[in-house]
């Protein structure tokens, strides 16, 4: 069982930056890729990117490439997101998961093993 508590969230001005912190429980954090995910009011869940265990790997969603960066510190068992060139359209509640299955199959379907509960990030105009 892994146990994810996002922090970091609050509302940033556009083109502001944030960084986004997920702690994770267990002791076998390195051997799981962990992900990011978004929901905007009335979408879907999306993807948002993704980094491999050992941190060797990391995928992206396309609107925010160039713009977020994944990485980890396994050694404090936390995931971050660092978003920079934040606009409206980030707006949403940032999801922090955790899997054991390779990072190329992760992010689509089936979900994510473990969830957190979310962090809020909205981008004023």
Request: proline content about 5%; charged content about 20%; hydrophobic content about 35%.
């Amino acid at each position: 069982q892994v146990q994810l508590v996002e922090s970091g969230g609050g509302l940033v001005q556009t083109g502001g930056s944030l960084r986004l912190s997920c702690a994770a429980s267990g002791r076998t954090f390195s051997s799981y890729a962990m992900g990011w995910f978004r929901q905007a009011p009335g979408k879907e869940r999306e993807f948002v990117a993704a980094i491999s265990g050992n941190a060797g790997s990391t995928r992206y969603a396309d609107s925010v490439k160039g713009r977020f960066t994944i990485s980890r510190d396994n050694a404090k068992n936390t995931v971050y997101l660092q978003m920079n060139s934040l606009k409206p359209e980030d707006t949403a509640v940032y999801y922090c998961a955790a899997d054991p299955r390779p990072l190329l199959l992760i992010g689509g379907s089936p979900p994510m093993r473990y969830w957190g509960k979310g962090t809020l990030v909205t981008v004023s105009l």
